[in-house]
């Protein structure tokens, strides 16, 4: 199915993990991707795996001239924006007595402030053509507290109301912009296993994380990627302000 096919997409955080899932996707599905990140070596070896119609272009998400720069930039070359999947993001392990300021300002920078910055400028150019689908990326942490990731639940909690948020504005001012959410649990991605390296047995901490879920298994990057795709797709075309959990019915219990 081709649901992107002469559609332009840019993604976050793309270099790795859920982003490049996500961008492995759209490609697959006919679009062209920009892939961002601070990671120059692994986003431009993604970008070269994938070949025609995709390609690399780094981008702190925390900085606006980096975001305007890059989305005039990808407009000027190939005259649009369809998609913006702002899956940036960071996580810090700890609770709020042993989480210092430093760290929560860090995360919150990423994490919230990128999302803002990448929405506000997307919108800009999505506009003027009269449409577009923004997904930003928050997590089952952002609905229920994980009382050793405060700082990350609190941020991912702003995600799922500012995007809530965006998405009336742009309905309200008739842009034809959709902006929805998507709620993962535990992925099995290089931010799960960087958390649970920080305890005594990661292995082991690992395996409770999969017993946690319902389902009884860690979740794939490719599960998330395919609630991108939806979101962002017209198959979606209904649907703006929602959050799609993407958690083996974690929130169910």
Known sequence: ?????????????????????????????????????????????????????????????????????????????????????????????????????????????????????????????????????????????????????VAYSSSKGSVRTFTKSVAMHCARKGYGIRVNSVHPAFIDTPMVDAMVARSEDPARAKVGLAKSIPLGKLGEPEDVAAAIAYLASDDAKFVTGTELLVDGGLLAT
């Open 1 to 149: 199915m081709q649901r992107f096919e002469r559609k332009v997409a840019l993604v976050t955080g793309a270099a790795s993990g859920l982003g490049a899932a996500a961008v492995r996707r759209l490609h697959a599905e006919g679009a062209v991707v920009v892939i961002t990140d601070v990671a120059v070596d692994r986003g431009e070896a993604l970008a070269a795996e994938l070949g025609a119609r995709a390609e690399f272009t780094a981008l702190d998400v925390t900085q606006e001239a980096q975001w305007i720069a890059v989305l005039d930039a990808v407009v000027a070359k190939h005259g649009r924006l369809d998609v913006l999947v702002n899956n940036a993001g960071v996580g810090i392990v700890g609770d709020v007595e042993s989480t210092t300021l430093e760290q929560w300002r860090f995360v919150h920078t990423v994490n919230t402030d990128g999302m803002f910055l990448g929405c506000k400028h997307a919108i800009r150019l999505m506009k003027e053509r009269g449409g577009g689908s923004i997904v930003n990326l928050s997590s089952v942490a952002g609905i229920i507290g994980a009382p050793n990731l």
